[in-house]
């Protein structure tokens, strides 16, 4: 029996869960645009408590290290370091385009492409197909110019957006009026729930774990500082 935490600091919207052994137990998803790092310890806190336990009895954080906001991944990736200095708790990489991919997880047989407004035109994209309830990898997370993102995508294909909270965002108007198409801000999901998921289903002992100390922010582009530097 273990306990499985999960946590998505990836876009506007904080999410953590909780999952026991493969059932879901509590889940926290809330708008915190540029606040992630004043609530996460709060959220985290919330629930724990309210799912009747303590801290020590987590066995495993699932964590969502990108692509996605530069500062978001930092923060939510310094908290589980944090609450792991003192335990060797396993903690799982998660893609933040997976959890994204796998909010369709009734979708049986059908590709998912999930899709971050990475600014300058610029596209964070990944595909997947659902089988068996989860988003099986069709393609590796990538940067793709917006041209070729529009020209690459499969007809039939259910599409997830997220503009990270992007108000001016026009990248992704070229799907209004196609079928199949979810952005985040009319339908919202639960994250960090399905973070939790996510690291429920893998077992312990496989590779993919790892300790805390290495995980590291997948951010598939430097940032603008390093641009700025030269780096």
């Known amino acids: ?19 026991h052994d493969t059932a879901p137990v509590a889940s926290f998803s809330r708008y915190m645009r540029y606040s992630h790092a004043e609530h996460i310890a709060q959220a985290v806190a919330f629930i724990i408590k309210t799912s009747g336990i303590t801290p020590d009895r987590i066995d495993r954080i699932a964590v969502v290290t990108g692509p996605g906001s530069f500062t978001g991944l930092r923060i939510g990736i310094a908290f589980v370091k944090g609450f792991c200095i003192e335990r060797s708790i396993p903690v799982l990489p998660v893609s933040s385009l997976q959890v994204m991919a796998q909010s369709q997880k009734a979708a049986e047989g059908r590709t998912i492409v999930a ?10 994209t990944g595909s997947f197909v659902i089988c068996n309830g989860s988003a099986v ?36 108007d070229f799907l209004k009026g196609r079928d199949n198409v979810f ?3 009319k339908f919202p999901m639960q994250r960090g729930l399905i973070c939790a998921e996510t690291g429920s289903r893998i077992p312990d002992g496989s590779e993919e774990w790892r300790t805390a100390g290495g995980i590291v922010p997948n951010y598939l582009r430097p940032s603008a500082a390093q641009v700025k530097a030269g780096l």
């Open 183 to 185: 952005p985040v801000e």
């Open 1 to 19: 029996m273990s306990r499985t935490l999960g946590l998505d600091t990836s876009s506007v919207d904080l999410g953590i869960g909780l999952y």
């Open 115 to 124: 899709a971050f407004d990475a600014r300058n035109n610029d596209v964070f």
């Open 137 to 172: 990898r069709k393609t590796d997370d990538t940067l793709e110019n917006a041209d070729r993102f529009r020209n690459s995508l499969p007809p039939d294909a259910i599409i997830i957006t997220d503009t990270q909270g992007y108000s001016r965002s026009t990248v992704f």
